[in-house]
């Protein structure tokens, strides 16, 4: 089997993997967003593979598989970085939704003396 066909069949199968994730609410569109960029790149690539080996020797890769492999990273340390930030996002808001409940238990203690009195 050809390289580009398999490297072609895996993208669209992640492709569409995370297309399902996203329609059966396993995964958000805001995090599906980045793996569908980076998946269709990957079909793109592996169709106008020539256009690969340009932009790589454009930017003084000795070989396109050293490109492939220094993109992935920026792009697993991008990916990183977002999620780090969408965690921090979410730690904020757990800690204020544990505020806000105390504070709920608190005034449902409250009421409940005030009517036991």
């Known amino acids: 089997m ?5 490297a072609i069949a895996l993208s669209v199968l992640i492709f569409f993997l995370v297309v399902d994730l996203v329609r059966r609410h396993k995964l ?3 995090y ?8 269709a790149s990957a079909v ?10 340009k932009i790589a020797a454009f930017l003084g890769f ?14 697993f340390v991008f990916l990183s970085l977002v ?5 921090c996002q979410q730690n904020s808001r757990n800690d204020i939704m544990v505020q806000k409940i ?8 409250q009421l409940k003396q005030k009517t036991s009195s």
Do not use: D, G, Q
Not at 2 to 6: A, G, S, T
């Open 83 to 87: 999620m780090t930030v969408f965690l």
């Open 28 to 30: 958000t569109f805001k």
């Open 102 to 109: 105390a504070l709920l238990e608190f005034e449902i203690r």
């Open 62 to 75: 000795e070989l396109p598989s050293n490109f492939i492999f220094f993109s992935l990273f920026c792009v």
């Open 44 to 53: 793109f690539f592996a169709i106008f593979y020539k256009f690969l080996f």
């Open 2 to 6: 050809n390289i580009h066909l398999l």
């Open 32 to 39: 599906a967003l980045a793996w569908l960029t980076v998946s």
